[in-house]
């Protein structure tokens, strides 16, 4: 079975990759790109590990074949700081010190940012309902909560 | 003579015993007099038993060192998760 | 022994210990480039899949595997026939005693499948679908046999048999027959028929629970790499590389020290990460390959086969007299083991009365096989589960007394010279500073509206100490590397850092910590047991003092004055003498420039069996609504109260406790397994086994006490486990108050809720 050739454009760049039918676009990204930022937890879209940007739209990496990436933007958490300018989202979750075992975090990073260009001062429980889709075990949530809304306030002001 | 309490299955291994003098100048010791004087209690002792002297708990502490007046309990090692 | 107990160090002004530094991991942690299990790739790399039973209970007649070895690019298989059969032989992991022979039988099932999901056979090929392709291949011919998945059920005479070896320990006379109750452990302290004959009122309840998952969002991983010399490296997510390092040895038949384990960033563990599953497999594959093996689980394949904690069957019995006093306790408590022996069920009967002063106590604990998979080490292992029960009849206790909950506790707090139902006597302990903390908070003073109900509820934990090293390095530049061995679930290495930075008067920045590999360091027992900042601490701190004092013997020489005249201040070393004419100090930095020609490189070690740990006591509190027509109860407020010895990094402790406490909610009233009647797993995935979510919970207050422990320099007691212990009998609580109703089975999932106050506003 022949590969798919496909040319998408991830963080900015150009970027081009082979893969199966069935791969999907989190397989490429980690297994294929070596972009392992982005975590596999579930393989079915219940976790939001692979938490990604497609066309401006929040997607789960897992739920997106690969070969649907063709022609479209990607972004992901290697893209998120700036050079070595962290977003304030990254900023503020190491200050609440909202991580612990951190593979959660990139996928909670990437959806907050998406939150935020939607909605940049939401609720408490505006920010809870948008993060429903990104599983965490060991924070409990709260000091996640707190540093989106922190980093909300923050990007306001600027 | 340290004293040394045991309890639940140790004290049924050894015969229902719940307090025994020992002289013993540390666990290394106190475990081997305690296995050949029951010697039902020597292969549970090996492994799984962690040593309190006067509250303090120590595990796989053979030269943690008893007093003439120590209270011992055998208390079965917790690791944790 | 370790006794560097400094009085006057916990009474000195701290001036790290005790911040809010962000963590020196921290920046790779959000940016994705920190590297967990399965994000290494090695050249040559192949792909490792398990084959795994659909029966729960099967004998294995036989496996042909020659159809899948021809497959194309299919390099290595293996079954239980690669394994030697290891002799009974119990040693410590995770929680429970392990027996080798029962791991063997784990890792790849030998003469028969004990669970849906025992791995049965192991491939390696060139990509993953090559590697399913062989999968299906497998020929396995089974006699499926009747399964037992209840603790009840599989303790009656006439159950399916899991093991025909299996003669229960602990009760006399010994068993003629085997069974599937692998031991019975007894605990008990006064007269307990005296201690019931005093009492006014006394209550017995029966209790079930469920086994739940640990939960971890990263599923298990590795990559195994054999030479053709059978040297080996192994990059894994772990809890203890040191432990990995010593199954995998034993199982494979190598020497330890050719097999250099790596941990690599964990995505949590809870203790379900203290064991061994894909290792062995892919260093047995790697090996028949000569290739690299990677090995990555499906989240299916983690519910399925790997540890949960133990469902439990329980009954607890506690009575009191009117004015509040506990005289006398009973329970027994039947624990799920899973296929193979070892449940928590004896750390549950140590743990369960724990937080009380009783002078007539009995604790019995049955460990009881089951066809699911073998039960791994969940935070506190055995804890929650027992105090779920003994703290939801405390609360009837109450009730019917008609004294408040905390009033209650107050009158029965176990405290310093308290006898625990296990036998020694407690230390200090910070029990009734948080239970009067509880009383204070905001919290407990809030009315209430309709439908809605506060529980409260307290716990303990052990903690250990065990096995550590740390080294510390001097760089030429006078900045520091620490070597740790204990991997970082939780932000950890910051707190190390911390320690060492106080300690040699430096800034945080210019410690630099990692976590070594098991060729860099000495043994380390695994990260569990809430042992870390208490244990390497211990050592960091050992190893930091040793480096201060060869910094002084150093200075001293250069100086050419006796050591004793040099001390060690604000990270430079000094002349001791006041009034001294040229004032001589010396920084880190300058010692460690010259430290080639003043004596060779300044390295300093520590080796330490870490013993004095103190336990850690809490209560909780927490505020429900309960909705009478669906019957979804919704946490409304909660409020976390420990001890923590000493808070390093408050954060750090305030996210444990906040993260336990969740883990508890989720636990309470949504986690269960759901089994088919062929004993199949229904639920091996996110969607429907409901772990807690960010609208699920709100905000989780904390409060941190510190009652010092006098055998830590800076008096830390471990804090991470002991928070999932009292949510459980917390939310019981708050639900019964709620509804009037009381929850004697878990979880308190809404259709259960709806029905019990349906059953309950029926019968009024």
Redesign the interface.
Known sequence: MSKHHVTTTINGDPAEFLCSTEQTLLDVLRDVLYLTGSKEGCASGDCGACSVMLDGRLVCACLVLGVEAQGKRIETIEGMAHGDKLHPLQQKFLEHAALQCGVCTPGFLIAAKALLERNPDPSETEVRYWLAGNLCRCTGYDKIVRAVIDAAKEMRAA | MAKVILSGTLRQLAGGIEEVEVDARDVRQLLRILGERFPELGPHLDSGYAVAIDGEIFQDAWFAPIRPDSEVHLVPAIRGG | ?NDITNQSVLERHLKIVGT?P??P???D????????G??I?LPNMLVGKVLRSPHAHARIKSIDISKAQALPGVKAIVTAADFSDLPSE????????VNFRDMTRNIMAREKALYEGHAVAAVAAINE?VANQALNLIEVDYEVLPHVMDVDEAMAPDAPLLHDNMFT??V?PKPAKPSNIA??????LGDLAAGFAKADVVIEREFLTRPVH??????HACVARVSEDGQAELWCTTQGQFIVRGFCAKLLGMEVSKLKVTPS????????K?VVYLEPLALALSRKACQPVKM?M??TEVFRATGPTSGARMWVKIGATKDGRITAADAVLKYQAGAFQGSPV??GC?CAFAPYDLENVRVVGYDVVVNRPKV??????GGPIAEYAVESVIDELALRLKLDPIEFRLKNAAKEGTKAA??????PIGLVETLKAAREHPHYATPLKKNQGRGVASGF???????TCATLNLGEDGTVSLVAGTPD???SRASLAMMAAEELGVPLDKIRPSIGDTSSLGYNFLT????VTFSSGMAVVEAARDMVRQLRERAARMWEVPVDSVIWEDGCARIAEAGVAEFKSMSLAEIAKTAGKTGGPIVANAAI?A???GPSLATHVVDVEVDPETGKVTVLRYTAIQDAGKAVHP??V??QM??????GIGWALNEEYIYDAKGRLENP???DYR???????P??DTVIVEVPNP?HPYGVRGVG?TPIVPPMGAIANAVAHATGVRFTELPMSPPRVLAAIDTAAATR
């Open positions: 022994m809010r962000l963590r991991d921290g920046v942690k959000v940016t994705g480039r920190a590297q967990f399965a994000d790739h119990f040693i410590p992991a995770g929680e429970m005693m679908a320990i602990g006399e031991k019975r452990v007894e605990f008990a640990q939960g971890y969002i990263e599923p960033e964990i995505g949590g563990g809870f203790g379900g203290t990555v499906s989240r004896q750390p140590m791994a080490a969940y935070r506190a292992p296990y036998g020694p006597k407690f230390g934990w052990f903690n250990i100490g065990g096995d679930i939780g932000g569990g047991g809430s042992r069996n013993t004095g740990a954060s750090y305030e996210g906040q993260g336990g406490a969740v883990q995935g996110f969607l772990i807690p979510v960010c609208s699920d919970v905000m989780i055998r486990e």
